[in-house]
T-cell receptor, first 112, second 117 residues
Framework: GENVEQHPSTLSVQEGDSAVIKCTYS??????FPWYKQELGKRPQLIID?????GEKKDQRIAVTLNKTAKHFSLHITETQPEDSAVYFC???????????FGRGTSLIVHP | ETGVTQSPTHLIKTRGQQVTLRCSSQ?????VSWYQQALGQGPQFIFQ???????GRGNFPPRFSGLQFPNYSSELNVNALELDDSALYLC????????????????FGPGTRLTVT
């Protein structure tokens, strides 16, 4: 089955800095890669996703890049703000059922 | 548009007991997936229901079972509870199979916190 590795487990940045979270996956058939943000005590929320036919996608301060050959994808957050502090999960899924396998999460801390 | 809801929000059970968790999917969504999230971990896939049929199952024992109703709401049943079953149980709905670019996006409910003592 699919295996998703996520790094780092904790990321501490100053407000205004950029943050990058990286994930690798094992199943070359994976074709959908969502990213979720989970604030303490709350549900995971989809923040951005990318499909395997696209190399990069941006949404305001958030961008995701995908390298299918190397089987890795990354989340980039620019101009970080304290409200970006949360746990971020990457996921990968393949096939028509789109059942994602999640990484272990990255705790992002943005210091004011 | 109504979001995903789950009940109850918290539950305390004793080892060996049985529990039923409920999920109402987002309006227009026909697929419900269930996940177990242990503290400090990512969600682990339990199973998925699509149009009332099981559409995939993760590495969980048979004492984890579920069903989906005609209105696409769903239940997760866990028999013979063990201490390790203590976790946040999340359901997520999606409009799988619909002919739009968002058919694979999953939206999570707030979760049910299960504590087994």
């Amino acid at each position: 089955g699919e295996n998703v590795e996520q790094h780092p487990s904790t990321l501490s940045v100053q407000e205004g800095d950029s943050a990058v979270i990286k994930c690798t996956y094992s199943d070359s058939a994976s074709n959908y890669f969502p990213w979720y943000k989970q604030e303490l005590g709350k549900r995971p929320q989809l923040i951005i996703d990318i499909r395997s036919n696209v190399g990069e996608k941006k949404d305001q301060r958030i961008a995701v890049t995908l390298n299918k050959t190397a089987k890795h994808f990354s989340l980039h957050i620019t101009e970080t703000q304290p409200e970006d502090s949360a746990v971020y999960f990457c996921a990968a899924s393949a096939g028509g059922s789109y059942i994602p396998t999640f990484g272990r999460g990255t705790s992002l801390i943005v210091h004011p | 548009e109504t979001g995903v809801t789950q009940s109850p929000t918290h539950l305390i059970k004793t080892r060996g007991q049985q529990v039923t968790l409920r999920c109402s999917s987002q309006s227009g969504h026909n697929t419900v997936s269930w996940y177990q999230q242990a503290l400090g971990q990512g969600p682990q896939f339990i199973f998925q229901y699509y149009r009332e049929e099981e559409n995939g199952r993760g590495n969980f024992p048979p004492r984890f079972s579920g069903l989906q109703f005609p209105n696409y709401s769903s239940e997760l049943n866990v028999n013979a509870l063990e201490l390790d079953d203590s976790a946040l149980y999340l359901c997520a709905s999606s409009p799988l199979g619909q002919t739009n670019s968002h058919s694979y996006e999953q939206y999570f409910g707030p979760g049910t916190r299960l504590t087994v003592t």
